[in-house]
């Protein structure tokens, strides 16, 4: 199965603009559906955005207009756009890859919106 790590995370400014990647190794990249989830301090995961294997994209309504998800299959590599940040998008963002019944996730990278 592949592994995942997630970079980009920063501290950036309300209204600011963030790019997250997430690098898989391992084969077969192109079959998994990928999906960015975060979670903030006291509150439950939740996924933020998902792209298929086919392209297909999904936000949560909280971020349309503001994200987006893509994909680079030769890249080995998805990307979150993170644009208009607000304070409330502070978390943890993790990856997340799925094939059938095969799981993973990556280790998470720090969001903070903040002045």
């Known amino acids: 199965q592949v592994q995942l790590v997630e970079s980009g995370g920063d501290l950036v400014q309300p209204g600011g603009s963030l790019r997250l990647s997430c690098a898989a190794s391992g084969s077969l990249f192109n079959m998994y559906a990928m999906g960015w989830y975060r979670q903030a301090p006291g509150k439950q995961r939740e996924l933020v955005a998902h792209?298929?294997?086919?392209?297909?994209?999904n936000y949560t309504d909280s971020v349309k207009g503001r994200f987006a998800i893509s994909r680079d299959n030769a890249k080995n590599t998805v990307y979150l756009l993170m644009n208009k940040l607000k304070s409330e998008d502070t978390a943890v963002y993790y990856c997340?890859?799925?094939?059938?019944?095969?799981?993973?996730w990556g280790q998470g990278t720090q969001v903070i919106v903040s002045s």
């Open positions: 792209i298929s294997s086919g392209g297909r994209r």
């Open positions: 997340n890859a799925r094939w059938g019944d095969r799981v993973v």
